[in-house]
């Protein structure tokens, strides 16, 4: 019986001047490993290791099922939480979604962008459950508001809000040109209408 043992080897490669690119025509060495033979290995395995590949094999299963049977809630946790994402990136927060996963169980550990995403999901949670049952009031947006922004005073902005962009973009910004104003305030008196 041959026994190899694993090592590295140096190859050689020549030049060949027939390459089109300085790189293929140019020689040189590499590194090639060598593996241990794996002919005398066993790959049987023990009887407990056997025993929780098969427990978990089963618990995948299960999950596989009740998937199946009713995919919305881990399609709308993801839609959910990958909206929240990008709204944020939007305003300038970015944390990736393994770190907003964290916050989510452990927010002490979690990056402050992190926190604010998570605080953007129980947001976004709460404006589909109050305001999907069709009674809005004032205060549900402000207890949203209060969600998302915990230092920001309760109530509706006094001031103008700018979603993203920089400086330079805010100072070329003229404003909403005089014809439409007043489309615009007949507007938002239908939506404060709608709102009482």
């Given at each position: 019986m041959v026994v190899t043992v694993a090592h590295w080897e140096r190859v050689q490669v020549a030049a060949d001047f027939a390459g089109l690119s300085r790189a293929e025509?140019?020689?040189?060495?590499?590194?090639?490993?060598?593996?241990?033979?794996?002919?005398?290995?066993?790959?049987?395995l023990s009887g407990a290791t056997l025993e929780q590949a098969a427990e978990v094999s089963t618990a995948v299963a299960r999950l596989g099922g009740r998937l199946r049977a009713n995919p919305l809630p881990a399609l709308y946790s993801t839609?959910?939480?990958?909206?929240?994402?990008s709204s944020s990136?939007?305003?300038?927060?970015?944390?990736?979604?393994r770190d907003v996963a964290v916050a989510q169980v452990?927010?002490?550990?979690?990056?402050?962008?992190?926190?604010?995403?998570?605080?953007?999901?129980?947001?976004?949670?709460?404006?589909?459950?109050v305001l999907g049952a069709g009674q809005w009031?004032?205060?549900?947006?402000?207890?949203?508001?209060?969600?998302?922004?915990?230092w920001h005073q309760e109530g509706y902005r006094r001031e103008q809000v700018w979603i993203g962009?920089?400086?330079q973009a805010q100072r070329r910004l003229r404003g909403t040109p005089r014809g439409r104003?007043?489309?615009?305030?007949?507007?938002?008196?239908?939506l404060r209408e709608h709102l009482r």
């Open positions: 025509r140019q020689g040189g060495s590499y590194l090639r490993y060598h593996p241990d033979l794996l002919a005398d290995v066993s790959n049987a839609a959910l939480r990958s909206e929240s994402i990136w939007i305003e300038g927060i970015r944390a990736t979604p452990y927010a002490e550990a979690a990056p402050h962008a992190a926190s604010q995403i998570v605080r953007n999901v129980a947001a976004m949670k709460d404006a589909i459950d009031k004032h205060e549900h947006l402000w207890t949203i508001h209060q969600t998302l922004l915990p962009g920089h400086q104003r007043a489309r615009l305030r007949g507007g938002s008196a239908h």
